[in-house]
């Protein structure tokens, strides 16, 4: 079983379209109750509910039960963690004066591939 707070987990957990809705939906509107899931997407409850556990399970959403309903609101660090793993991406932004990057192995620069092909 995957573990929460685990980046993959994560990651996997909202690469469904459905999921990624549930959980725009749930950062819109914090304290969801699971039945209103189905009046928003075009799923039956027990698919909302399977993708509730994956969201549950890989640490990005929270329950809080109400009665006979299960509330699911975000957890905010779990998404700050996301947003620092695609940061953590980015390439390093370039000085302006900088000379730009020479171009890597195996590639072939602009000039060498028109003049190889006779233009």
Same mark, same amino acid.
């Given at each position: 079983m995957?573990? @929460?707070?685990?980046?993959l987990?994560?990651?996997?957990?909202?690469?469904?379209?459905?999921? $990624?809705?549930?959980l725009?939906?749930?950062a @819109?509107?914090?304290?969801?109750c699971?039945?209103?899931?189905?009046?928003?997407?075009a799923v039956?409850?027990?698919?909302?509910s399977q993708? $509730?556990?994956v $969201?549950?399970?890989?640490? $990005?959403?929270?329950?809080?039960r109400?009665?006979?309903?299960i509330?699911?609101?975000?957890?905010?660090?779990?998404?700050?963690?996301?947003a620092?793993?695609?940061?953590?991406?980015?390439?390093?932004?370039?000085?302006?004066?900088a @000379?730009?990057?020479?171009p890597?192995p195996?590639?072939?620069?602009?000039?060498? @591939?028109?003049?190889s092909?006779?233009?």
């Amino acid at each position: 079983m995957p573990s @929460a707070d685990d980046p993959l987990s994560m990651l996997r957990a909202i690469a469904h379209p459905t999921r $990624l809705g549930m959980l725009r939906q749930l950062a @819109a509107t914090p304290e969801t109750c699971a039945c209103d899931f189905t009046e928003l997407f075009a799923v039956r409850q027990p698919t909302i509910s399977q993708h $509730l556990k994956v $969201l549950r399970e890989a640490g $990005l959403v929270r329950t809080r039960r109400e009665g006979t309903k299960i509330c699911y609101s975000v957890r905010p660090e779990a998404v700050a963690r996301l947003a620092e793993l695609v940061q953590s991406l980015q390439p390093p932004a370039q000085d302006p004066l900088a @000379a730009p990057p020479s171009p890597g192995p195996g590639t072939r620069s602009r000039s060498r @591939a028109t003049a190889s092909h006779g233009a």
